[in-house]
């Protein structure tokens, strides 16, 4: 049965994954030929909670569902005035993103006042329902809008423990994250190293995403200054934006004298831009101290680019060990075991198995997940 499909979550011109996943799911909606938009923000972060350098993108529009930015995140005006725009809109379902309870006072309060309809249908995509880095509050707001909606799906096992505290009987669905196949196709190893300038024939590891404390780069770069690393000429490409203080990195990286093995792209990746780091390197690294899901596991599947992850979270349960990639402890001594293992192998060991595995991460199976929950919620 087609339906009219609102989106609640980032969307252009604000940047990042979460953006472009909401892009690629109304896409999808569409595709199976329900009427979508997308309810964005005006404003999402105040400036001086944001920490990276810019929230918006840079890139064109993109093409598909209508995006409308109305939502202003601290201001209980906007929310009772959107949340009384899409209950009169009648959508037969709303698709709300949560992945920070600072969004659960806006996004709670809209919900309740669209729930009046007695029609709309909510499900939310729980990427997080506790955050990696704990603030006062954390709970509450959560609590606050996980009782505005019918039910959830989440892309963790650890997620949905979290969700289970809150929400013990509303209906819910544990999915894996869909593939990110909406960057361009891949490119042969040789000119998406051209492209960034790289060395065409060094070992080259990657760190991709955003930097924050618990993504364990320092650790990475710990691991980077085991005299075996050193040795083998391997080579460290970073690429992703500061999320906190680059200062103790910068000393971390100069204690170690490892700047010489590393290539910094320490600003926000484009999504034009996001192929050629993904195809110019040998394997992914996830060094990750705490995890959920993460967004880096399904784009390195998309380009069938090997993993090496920490057994953190539910990270070692997306990449199968000796087979998709290799699981260490979050550890530098550990992690540099892993990096010169994974080499013994060889990359194009990995494939065969990658190729499998991907088969897994479909948005066609998303889409029927939300539907089938959607279609349990009595109004």
Same mark, same amino acid.
């Given at each position: 049965m087609k339906d009219k499909v609102v989106i609640i979550g980032p969307a252009y011109p604000l940047r990042g994954g979460l953006a472009t996943f909401d892009h690629r799911l109304a896409g999808e909606f569409i595709r199976e030929g329900d009427e979508t938009s997308i309810f964005s923000f005006s404003l999402q972060y105040p400036g001086f909670l944001f920490p990276g350098k810019t929230q918006y993108s840079n890139e064109d529009t993109p093409k598909g569902a209508p995006? +409308?930015?109305k939502i202003n995140s601290i201001n209980p005006f906007n929310w009772l005035k959107v949340g009384r725009e899409l209950r009169k809109m009648r959508p037969g379902l709303i698709v709300v993103r949560y992945w920070l309870p600072f969004m659960g006072p806006a996004l709670g309060t809209i919900l309740r006042?669209?729930? @009046?309809? @007695? *029609?709309?249908? $909510?499900? &939310?995509?729980?990427?997080?329902v506790l955050p990696h880095e704990k603030r006062p509050g954390d709970r509450a707001f959560s609590r606050y809008f996980l009782k505005s909606c019918d039910a959830f799906v989440t892309m963790s096992e650890e997620v949905m423990n979290d969700l289970k505290q809150f929400e013990p009987l509303k209906p819910a669905r544990q999915i894996l994250h869909p593939l990110y196949d909406n960057f361009g196709t891949a490119l042969p190893k040789a000119d998406a190293r051209a492209y960034l300038k790289l060395d065409p024939v060094k070992p080259i590891v990657l760190f991709f995403g955003f930097i924050r404390k618990y993504k364990g780069l320092d650790i990475l770069l710990e691991a980077m200054a085991d005299p075996r690393i050193r040795n083998a000429g391997i080579q460290l490409? $970073? &690429?992703?934006? +500061?999320?906190?203080?680059? @200062?103790? *990195? @910068?000393?971390?990286i100069d204690r170690l004298k490892i700047r010489e093995s590393l290539i910094m792209h320490t600003h926000f990746i484009s999504d034009s831009e996001v192929r050629y780091f993904l195809c110019a390197v040998d394997v992914v690294i996830q060094p990750y101290r705490n995890a959920t899901q993460s967004g880096v596991t399904p784009l390195a599947y998309n380009f069938q680019k090997p993993m090496i992850v920490t057994n953190v979270g539910g990270l070692a349960k997306l990449v199968p060990d000796g087979k998709c990639g290799l699981v260490s402890s979050p550890e530098p001594t550990a992690l540099a075991d892993s990096i010169l293992r994974f080499y013994e192998l060889g990359e194009n060991f990995f494939i065969p198995h990658l190729r499998a595995e991907k088969l897994k991460y479909s948005w066609e199976n998303l889409i029927k997940t939300i539907k089938e929950l959607a279609n349990d919620v009595q109004k």
């Open positions: 995006i +409308f930015s006042l669209v729930r @009046k309809n @007695k *029609y709309t249908r $909510i499900v &939310a995509i729980t990427d997080n490409l $970073i &690429a992703g934006e +500061f999320y906190e203080d680059e @200062k103790k *990195y @910068k000393e971390l």
